[in-house]
């Protein structure tokens, strides 16, 4: 739904009936500041209903830079601090309820835009230690649009519960878009899941997200485009052509790429031309849940090595082989990189997920020399050439050409 343009304190009247009505609040949060006025005491202030001991408790936590201060207030006494935290000259206020995400906006006059839409959260105190809270609600009319079956729900759900922890990184940069694609989008349930939740979390921030769809396929791509479009969503748009060749924020500018790069079971080596995108772009955040690794199964092929005699030990080992290697060469290229099971193997076998942020600075020349060698060692001993490497061969030659500088 579009946003409604509505007088301030009308608005800030309706967010303080929504954050005092605690037991269908799931959380809010106030941040960026009103142009033209003094920043608010926090840079971001975010409130959730907490059960304690005690009872009943709003917590507020404010962040200014790295510094993190919480807030328990009993629900019966909240009103006084609900009302200093409206008092701030924040620029965007998000609420979600039981019900609704309502998004207040202050623009330059001093006027309110106020965005409602769906929840897709359960809402209600939560204990500390168990809040089971959906990120992607599988009953959300999208779905249906879609036609995914369970399993992909949960996968795209668990998908997202790995990039929330990690979306500060995007959210905090300066600038008001954040820009996120989907690499081998298929039939886009992911997508559409990622583009809901991190729209919101943008939205809570103050920025715009746009998410793209890529995929070589013009009839998924065409899927995508109609479901955007019946959905009502904003930003979400759908690109015909390979992820080798994909540039879709080319037209931001030379520097101008994506925040955040995903890529869920794009098949063999459209992974390698996932991670070597978000590398070349520089992205921050990458998330790429690999599919089959045929590449150096193929180059493992007549090895007989004990490891690898069988195939079905060959495929295995493959996914291992070509997982690790991908991580050093991330590694070497200036990312922190995790490997974990994002969802359990019941719902599908392809359960790793490749985390990766950027650092910028890289590893120390001491570690890069460790993973270098690490790197040849793998290379060297099974006889394989992995895809990722040979599409970075530049930038490989670079580390290299620095590590050996550096002896
Ligand atoms: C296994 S499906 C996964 C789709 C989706 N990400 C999901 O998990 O539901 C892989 C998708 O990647 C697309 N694809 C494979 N190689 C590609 C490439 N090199 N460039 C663009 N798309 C590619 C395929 O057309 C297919 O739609």
Redesign the pocket.
């Known amino acids: 739904m579009e946003p409604v343009p509505t007088d301030l304190t009308t608005a800030l009247a309706d967010v303080r009936t929504l954050l005092l009505d605690t037991p269908h609040l799931a959380r809010a949060v106030a941040a960026g500041r009103r142009k033209g006025l003094e920043p608010p005491a926090a840079e971001r202030v975010e409130v959730r209903p907490v059960q304690l001991k005690a009872g009943p408790h709003l917590q507020f936590t404010a962040r200014t830079g790295p510094v993190v201060s919480t807030r328990n207030v009993p629900v019966d006494e909240a009103a006084a601090a609900v009302d200093d935290l409206l008092a701030q000259p924040y620029g965007n206020l998000h609420v979600e309820t039981a019900t609704e995400v309502v998004q207040v906006r202050v623009t330059k006059k001093g006027d309110a835009q106020v965005h409602r839409a769906a929840a897709a959260h359960e809402a209600g105190p939560a204990g500390h230690d168990k809040a089971k809270n959906r990120l992607v609600d599988p009953d959300d009319p999208l779905f249906r649009v879609l036609g995914?079956g369970g399993d992909?729900r949960r996968?795209?759900e668990a998908f997202v519960r790995q990039l929330a922890p990690l979306a500060p990184t995007v959210l905090s940069r300066p600038g008001d878009r954040v820009r996120a694609v989907?690499?081998?989008?298929?039939?886009?349930?992911?997508?559409f899941a990622a583009h809901r939740w991190l729209g919101d979390a943008a939205r809570a921030e103050g920025k715009v997200l746009t998410t793209v769809g890529?995929?070589?396929?013009e009839d998924?791509v065409a899927t995508g485009r109609r479901a955007a479009a019946e959905a009502g969503l904003t930003g979400l748009e759908f690109a015909v052509?390979?992820?080798?060749?994909?540039d879709p924020y080319a037209d931001g500018g030379p520097d101008v790429g994506p925040d955040v790069v995903?890529?869920?079971?794009?098949?063999?080596?459209?992974t390698d031309?996932?991670l070597a995108r978000a590398v070349r772009w520089g992205a921050p955040l990458v998330l790429a849940?690999p599919?089959c690794h045929r590449d150096v199964q193929r180059q493992l092929h007549g090895n007989r090595a004990p490891l690898v005699r069988h195939a079905i030990l060959r495929e295995r080992f493959a996914d291992v082989l070509t997982d690790t290697l991908r991580s050093l060469v991330l590694q070497l290229l200036g990312y922190r990189v995790e490997v974990v099971e994002f969802i359990d193997s019941a719902h599908t076998p392809r359960n790793a997920m490749i985390r990766a942020v950027r650092t910028g600075s890289g590893p120390r020349p001491a570690a890069r020399a460790d993973l270098l060698a690490e790197f040849d060692e793998l290379t060297r001993t099974w006889g394989v050439s992995p895809a990722l490497a040979r599409m970075l061969e530049p930038e490989l030659a670079a580390v290299r050409a620095g590590v050996q500088a550096a002896l």
């Open positions: 995914a992909k996968q795209v989907d690499l081998g989008c298929g039939n886009a349930y992911l997508t890529v995929d070589v396929r998924v052509g390979s992820i080798a060749g994909a995903m890529a869920l079971h794009a098949c063999d080596t459209a031309e996932a849940a599919c």
